[in-house]
């Protein structure tokens, strides 16, 4: 084939059409129940070694964790190895070499391998990616249905469309000149960090800056190691070349010490707790001096996520909303309904629903389908969430629920909290756990309220408006715009789905570049701006300069 011929297809080039993943059921008597139940009993008796992955070489350490299911903590399901300091800089050095190549490549052949990645997700994948999720991180089928498959999916389908759309976007050129848009990687390396609550989010955090040319050291939360390791075999298979993205698991304070002070720090892809960046932030601060160019800092932070009820509010839609948004993964997301602001006329009426809902939920180990809640996460988040029960518990203040075991797994029962002072701190601070505090108001102050719910927490990630009068509605827009980065009108505040509702908040929910749109791979571009000139002047004279 031609070099023009190769020129000509590349000219016409586009990626297939690019729809959301659809959720499978797992529903009794489904061929993908009795898959997935299949891969969870074979993968619970593994034991699976988790490596390094550098230059795509797997290094073992010997300096080793283990991985346990939440649900059953004494249940092992592998080791994972910690980076070294050595490791670490060959992680540096290995997307130097990379990058040579990799920022070379034409974006349709970089997005191609994350298409294919998202193929092999749909079908021969999507068991392991989502036993992994389901034991290692204790969600259920569903929870990690629309997060390890087809959130993940999605992000590489869509990423690959923001991507063609993003370099189709060129500037006018007048005539006799050509002006165009070069979009570069960054220069350096990306330093990806991801937490436990979402597979996919790993995936994303590392992949959005590689389909734009970049390449990437991942560090991984160390309670989500399993499907971590599975999301980077799973871009081996499809096909990613060395170097590209580097899998660096270990103890986060030196490896970011290590990796924010160097030179060549291209940027930062974090989500995680706001106190965390906001300490990277300021060690990056300290640290100008040193960069060979401004780093770009990307960050999804905390929530403390809200929803307001009007008085014209239905009142079951509204308690379902809540149970759905405050306890679906035991409330450890970061846009989990933690908060809500309901009309004294209708506290009754939610609070009699959402009780009878939380009676009955079944609570522990997801592999029974049966059960709509796992554990938490580890002990450090079991310990964090039990002292807020306690102090509940104290003031007398717990509706219902309230309980917690950690004989078996870490398990929290579905909790709520009414609290009469709109400033305590239940109703302010991140629990990130199944527990959700009522504020309840008088009818007649709807608008006060709402101000009350923009100023009184940090954060500004989701939140949402129940309301049947539409003047409600228009009050709220203008209320608490700036209180969420995802405001959701009638529904609950959890369910972003990319490409339709991009995720991110402001304040201290991060820097709200928006994952899951075109707005995030823009901040992994370096733009340069060419002028070409067809045929240049030859004489320095302007016509003004003539004779009268």
Not at 52 to 63: A, F, L, P, Q, S
Not at 116 to 143: P, V, Y
Not at 277 to 286: E, Q, R, Y
Not at 406 to 425: A, C, E, I, M, N
Request: glycine residues 10%.
């Amino acid at each position: 084939m031609s070099d023009a011929t190769v020129a000509s297809l590349s000219a016409r080039r586009r990626v297939p059409p690019t729809v959301n993943e659809p959720i499978r059921s797992y529903a009794p008597g489904t061929p993908e129940r009795a898959s997935l139940k299949a891969r969870l009993a074979s993968m619970a008796t593994e034991h699976v070694d988790i490596p390094v992955i550098v230059n795509g070489k797997e290094y073992r350490t010997g300096d080793t964790a283990t991985v346990v299911m939440p649900h059953a903590h004494q249940h092992v399901l592998g080791t994972w190895h910690k980076a070294t300091p050595e490791l670490v800089q060959e992680a540096v050095a290995a997307t130097a070499s990379a990058r040579e190549e990799w920022s070379r490549w034409p974006w349709e052949d970089r997005v191609a391998v994350f298409l294919r990645a998202a193929e092999l997700l749909s079908t021969t994948w999507r068991d392991t990616l989502n036993a992994a999720t389901m034991l290692g991180q204790s969600k259920t089928a569903f929870q990690s249905e629309i997060d390890a498959a087809c959130e993940l999916i999605d992000f590489f389908r869509f990423g690959a469309l923001f991507a063609q759309e993003l370099y189709g976007e060129q500037p006018v050129s007048e005539k006799g000149v050509w002006n165009q848009t070069d979009y570069r990687p960054l220069e350096g390396f990306i330093y990806a960090v991801s937490p436990f609550n979402f597979t996919a989010i790993g995936g994303n955090l590392s992949g959005a800056p590689a389909m734009a040319g970049n390449t990437v050291i991942w560090k991984p939360a160390q309670t989500a190691m399993l499907s971590g390791y599975y999301v980077m075999k799973l871009l081996e298979a499809a096909g990613l070349p060395p170097g590209v993205i580097n899998f660096v698991p270990g103890d986060p304070i030196p490896i970011s010490d290590a990796l924010l002070s160097h030179r060549d720090l291209g940027g930062v892809h974090f989500t995680g707790s706001t106190t965390v960046f906001n300490s990277m932030w300021k060690t990056i601060g300290g640290n100008m001096g040193r960069y060979r160019s401004y780093p770009r800092i990307v960050g999804e932070t905390g929530g403390k996520d809200f929803i307001m009820a009007h008085p014209s509010a239905d009142v079951d839609a509204l308690a379902v909303a809540i149970v759905r948004g405050a306890f679906e993964y035991q409330g450890q997301k970061c846009s989990a309904c933690s908060r809500v602001y309901i009309p004294q006329s209708l506290w009754a009426g939610v609070r009699d629903r959402m009780v009878a809902m939380m009676a009955d939920i079944r609570v522990g180990d997801v592999r029974d389908f049966r059960n709509f809640m796992g554990a938490v996460i580890d002990e450090r988040s079991f310990t964090k969430i039990g002292g807020y029960l306690d102090e509940a518990r104290a003031a007398g203040t717990i509706v219902a629920g309230g309980e917690a075991s950690r004989d078996t797994g870490y398990f929290v029962s579905p909790t709520l909290v009414k609290v009469d002072d709109p400033g305590h701190r239940i109703l302010c601070e991140e629990i990130f756990g199944p527990v959700v505090a009522a504020y309840v108001y008088p009818d007649d102050q709807y608008v006060e309220t709402m101000k009350i719910v923009d100023g009184t927490s940090p954060y500004a990630l989701t939140g949402a408006i129940f309301a049947n009068d539409r003047q409600a509605i228009r009050l709220a827009h203008t209320h608490l715009r700036n209180a969420a980065g995802n405001f959701y009108i009638n529904d609950k505040c959890t369910g972003a789905v990319v490409g339709q509702q991009p995720f991110g908040g402001a304040r201290g929910s991060g820097t709200n570049d928006k994952a899951g749109s075109k707005l995030n791979l823009l901040r992994w571009v370096s733009p340069r701006s060419i002028k070409e000139t067809f045929v240049p002047p030859t004489a320095y004279q302007y016509p003004f300069m003539g004779e009268e």
